[in-house]
């Protein structure tokens, strides 16, 4: 028990970050371990290039876009803190808590994971998925398999199908509606899961 | 009144046949064996025994044909069962279908009865084993939904593996127990007989299962871990019934702690030895059809021959066979349905369901008709009442204890109404009752009771908790399956999805599902994809790709059958819509214009393999077919009676409908060779009415010529380039002429559209005041036109044109104008008169 209020007494903020996230202590320890083994050369911090280092997400097709994801615009560096910020939008929803109606909206909500997932679509930032930029996604996850023309009608015909508005880009409230049954919103990376409770 | 009535007609026409079966029966093996000690006394038969003395025109020859005609008539009687069953859909929504089947085996077994005053037909094991169940299982696996089934292997294993040996063990000493406690009196059965019962017993039938569950429509979880449950649980069972039948015939006394321990190591062998042999039955499938594509016409058949032989080789080996013909439907499905020809895969679906749902007809009709046998019906309430309550009572503790252990792991939990749902659902089926009916009454003195019990359980099970399972779910409220409707952006958000959070767990470091599924699938893709599928397949095999193919599908479907009821083209008119095109490079240039049609003629070549989209097994063509205007309805109709009028007819009484080997007859190249002959014609011809009219028509004085230095012997001067649709005159023309040639010939008729009902609109005289035709803009810019805009008429004309299937097919246009449309279809109508064949032959 020492040691994980040592560990805990390290983190800034600690209290409020595991409000925030939903966390359990030994999640955030957990994570914090995981955070110090990445930065290499301990700087408190982590670069794009500590990401990249992990072997397996240089496998990821859309492990780029991730990446960038836990870097706001300008920054080359992501603190702790909000590192396990990002992270959380993956933590399972917990049904047993009851959530107080004025608290803000969980991080970890669908509305929040779909955010993220837009984001990595929307790489202008501008709220609206493009065509090109549909177009970029689906050559990075279909890769060599089809042809270019064929992307290109596959990226044509999923805007038509979320395009309510015709503007012949997609955005949030259409990506919303169209990702209304994702099965895999609900699933969670193993380690932030139930049995990592104790 | 009416439905009482059929089936009374029914039953006497059952009756008749039953008669005449139970009079001349004796113990033949059939299918629905029966061991008849029924009289011999037929005089029918006597016929063929009698002396010849004259030639014999006609003779009886029953017994030739005895054993197959009897078993394609208890066939059909079970088959009309089910229509009987099926004629009334408020009774089927109260009782399930298997429970009516089986009360109406009970009245057929009561005829039977009647008739022959013992059981002539019953469910045999072995017929039940070797010729009913494996398609049945076969059918299950191979529909099963792979991902879910394998996403919840691990749940599913555990309630087919330790579940079932719950209930086995549980039930039997449960039994033994109030046994010894004298709640059924005196009995011949030792505490062995006791557990062995208890195993037969705990088969959860997956064919009573799928019955009762399809029909409630439960959630997709709750759905595949009743059903993978009950399909890998009937095997298990049956290794369980192996196990404790070898104890019971090497008696109480010799069982020793190795025996026991041989029992369970056999119990492992037997069972995952039997899977083993489903997956390298599975992995020969899959690399069978690879090589099949010459054969298409039996390839379905490769698979459900192979199944069975998997079904068959673990019999063989003394492995399970269940669980062999499980894997290996479970494991293949994805690379056959990948390697085979879509019609093929159409074709196994539709002939497995129909063996599959015949063959469960059957088993319960016969189910119901074996009951009606005095002999089998040894009474004993306590014994029954009590396998009963302890099957009941057992399933729900079992269940709820593994769950409650699954629980602990699982993300989403399975809550505690679709576990009462997943205990309730325990319908005990015709499994049980074949391992019942294989007891030995040698070793099992009391087999009957058993026997008995065991009916007793199923009716039980089937009738009376299928009937209350649909209320008990409406009341429980248990989430009922969401119709998840086939979204492109569903499939990529998915992937997205699976991406991200397998990026999430590197860089948390951790190996999860996510961990194991990404691994799973790199492994696939680079090996076993390999080696089971062909190259063409793999190159589709990706799911985004494969939903976008299947959209364009549906939206091909829905596209011909609009175009059917409406009479004509209607759809492709939308012309605000803009539906996706499909020759990219250019429609981008031109989207604002018309964003529909496109055509760039530099990547047309004119060679017969080109056209038809349909060829292409995956057209990278987009259809956008989703609103239809009907203001335009009456050009369509016009457009219809044209191409009524005017497309060539092919000659179908000359062609042989039915090919042995074939699904189509090929083309015949006479009929190419009168297409074009035909079309050149009417092409002369119309010149020459043309000249005849009013037009001088500056520009169409180029053709004469072309067309004579083409036609003289009438011969195709290219046959490659006739083309088995009915548009040739624009193949003619993109290749005769310059676009500039094209758009004059063409362009003096589009104004006859407006009244395209009329005969020979060449000689209607105001055809060709349409001044702004006879110099169209674009014919003076063709040298340079890269983005020409279309007239506004062009424009309007647009959807009647047959070129506009240009949605399905790629244009064979030749001018980068997209009024040619309207040009070409005019084109059409303008060869009208010209259409009487013979009447021009002289030409030729």
């Known amino acids: 028990m020492g040691s994980t209020n040592s560990t805990l007494l390290k983190i800034p903020n600690v209290e409020e970050l595991m409000q925030e996230t939903g966390f359990s202590s030994v999640h955030i320890i957990r994570l914090y371990d995981r955070f110090k083994a990445l930065d290499k050369e301990g700087r408190g911090h982590l670069c794009p290039h500590d990401f990249g280092a992990i072997k397996e997400l240089a496998m990821n097709p859309i492990g780029d876009r991730i990446i960038g994801a836990f870097f706001s615009p300008g920054q080359e560096t992501v603190d702790f803190n909000t590192f396990v910020k990002i992270l959380a939008h993956f933590r399972p929803v917990d049904k047993d808590r009851p959530r107080d109606p004025n608290s803000p909206e969980p991080i970890n909500s669908r509305s929040n994971k779909l955010k993220f997932a837009f984001q990595l679509y929307d790489q202008d930032k501008d709220g609206k998925i493009s065509r090109d930029e549909l177009l970029k996604v689906l050559r990075d996850m279909l890769g060599m398999q089809v042809t270019e023309e064929q992307l290109e009608s596959i990226a044509d015909r999923t805007i038509q199908e979320a395009d309510l508005d015709r503007d012949d880009a997609i955005s949030f409230e259409e990506f919303r509606k169209v990702s209304a049954k994702i099965l895999h919103l609900k699933k969670a990376p193993v380690v932030m899961s139930a049995e990592y409770d104790c | ?844």
């Open chain 2, 1 to 844: 009144m009416a439905l009482l009535r059929r089936l009374l007609a029914l039953l006497i026409v059952f009756s008749s046949t039953c008669k005449v079966t139970a009079l001349e029966g004796d113990s033949a093996e059939v299918g629905l064996d029966y061991s008849s000690k029924s009289s011999e006394t037929s005089t029918p038969t006597n016929v063929t025994t009698a002396t010849i003395t004259t030639l014999p025109i006609v003779i009886w020859k029953w017994h030739h044909v005895e054993t197959p005609y009897l078993v394609a008539l208890w066939i059909l009687t079970c088959w009309l069962c089910k229509l009987v069953v099926e004629l009334n859909h408020s009774l089927t929504s109260v009782i399930p279908e298997s429970g009516l089947l089986i009360m109406l085996g009970f009245i057929l077994g009561g005829i039977v009865w009647g008739a022959d005053k013992a059981q002539t037909f019953k469910l045999v094991p072995v017929n039940f084993f070797y010729y009913l169940l494996p398609q049945i299982v076969l059918d299950a696996s191979y529909c099963m939904p792979n991902k879910l089934f394998f996403s919840n292997l691990g749940a599913i294993l555990v309630h087919a593996v330790i579940g079932t040996c719950w209930n086995a063990g549980t039930v039997g000493v449960a039994l033994w127990a109030c046994y010894e406690g004298g709640a059924m009196g005196t009995l011949n059965i030792g505490a062995l007989q006791f557990l062995l019962f208890g195993a037969l017993m705990s088969a959860v039938d997956p064919v009573a299962v799928i019955a009762v569950f399809e029909e409630v429509h439960v959630n997709e979880v709750l759905y595949i871990l009743v059903f993978g449950e009950s399909l890998l649980n009937d095997g298990v069972t049956v290794v369980l019934y192996n196990v404790f039948d070898a104890f019971v015939s090497l008696g109480g006394p010799k069982i020793n702690a190795e025996e026991i321990i041989k029992g369970i190591v056999s119990f492992f062998v037997v069972a995952f030895g039997g899977s083993l042999i489903g997956v390298v039955f599975a992995i020969l499938i899959s690399m069978l059809t690879r090589v099949t594509k010459n054969v298409q016409v039996i390839e379905a058949g490769f698979i459900i021959v192979l199944g069975y032989l998997s079904y068959l080789t673990a019999e063989m080996l003394s492995l399970s066979a269940i669980l062999s013909i499980t894997f290996c439907g479970v494991c293949c499905q994805k690379y056959i349905n990948a390697n085979m020809d879509e019609k093929s895969v159409t074709t196994l679906r539709y002939s497995l369901k129909v063996l599959a749902n015949g063959s469960e007809t059957m088993i319960f009709v016969f189910l119901g008709l074996s009951a009606i046998d005095k002999n089998i019906w040894v009474w004993n309430t306590g014994f029954i009442l009590l396998t009963i309550l302890f099957i009941v009572v057992f399933r729900f503790m079992g269940v709820f204890f593994l769950n409650w252990i699954l629980n602990q792991s699982r993300l989403i939990p399975i809550d505690i109404t679709d576990q009462i749902v997943m205990s309730y659902g325990g319908l005990r089926g015709a499994v049980a009752y074949g391992l019942a009916a294989t007891l030995d009454e040698k070793k099992i003195p009391e087999k009957n009771l058993m026997l008995g019990t065991t009916l007793i359980v199923v009716y039980f099970t089937v009738v009376l908790q299928g009937i209350t399972m649909k209320p008990f779910v409406q009341w429980l409220k248990v989430k009922k399956a969401t119709q998840a409707d086939l979204t492109l952006n569903g499939k990529i958000n998915n992937r997205t999805f699976e991406h991200i959070l397998t990026a999430m767990e590197d860089i948390c470091g951790r190996m999860g599902d996510n961990w194991w599924t990404r691994h799973w699938k790199h492994f696939e893709e680079k090996y076993v994809c390999w080696l089971l599928m062909t190259s063409d397949a793999r190159k589709h095999n990706d799911q985004i790709f494969g939903a976008f193919h299947k959209l364009n599908l549906e939206d091909a479907t829905s596209y011909v059958t609009e175009g059917e009821s409406k009479g004509s083209l209607a759809f492709i008119r939308n012309d605000d819509s803009a539906s996706v095109d499909f020759k990219k490079k250019l429609a981008f240039d031109y989207a604002d214009i018309i964003p529909d049609i496109m055509a760039d003629m530099s990547e047309y070549d004119f060679g017969i393999d080109n056209v038809p989209v349909m060829k292409n097994p995956i057209p990278s063509v987009s259809l956008g077919i989703h609103e239809q205007d009907s203001k335009t309805m009456p050009n369509d109709l016009t457009a219809h009676h044209l191409l009524e009028q005017h497309l060539y007819k092919s000659r179908r009484y000359n062609r042989p409908t039915y090919s042995r080997s074939h699904y189509k007859a090929s083309e015949n190249p006479d009929e190419m060779q009168e297409i074009f002959q035909r079309t050149m014609r009417s092409r002369l011809e119309s010149f020459k009415s043309a000249k005849m009219g009013v037009i001088p028509a500056k520009k169409l004085s180029k053709h004469p010529k072309k067309d004579s230095t083409h036609k003289p012997n009438g011969k195709p001067a290219d046959p490659n380039r006739t083309h088995p649709y009915g548009d040739e005159d624009f193949e003619f023309s993109a290749d005769s002429a310059s676009s500039s040639d094209i758009a004059g010939h063409f362009s003096r008729r589009s104004t006859n559209a407006p009244r395209a009902g009329v005969d020979n609109p060449a000689f209607i005289p105001e055809m060709d005041t349409s001044a702004p035709m006879r110099n169209p803009p674009w014919q003076t810019e063709t040298a340079n036109n890269t983005a020409v805009a279309p007239s506004q008429r062009a424009q309007g004309r647009l959807p009647w044109t047959p070129t506009n299937l240009g949605h399905l097919a790629p244009l064979r246009m030749s001018t980068r104008s997209t009024d040619s449309f309207a040009m070409a279809d005019a084109s059409v109508d303008e060869e009208a008169p010209e259409e009487k064949p013979g009447t021009h032959h002289t030409r030729l």
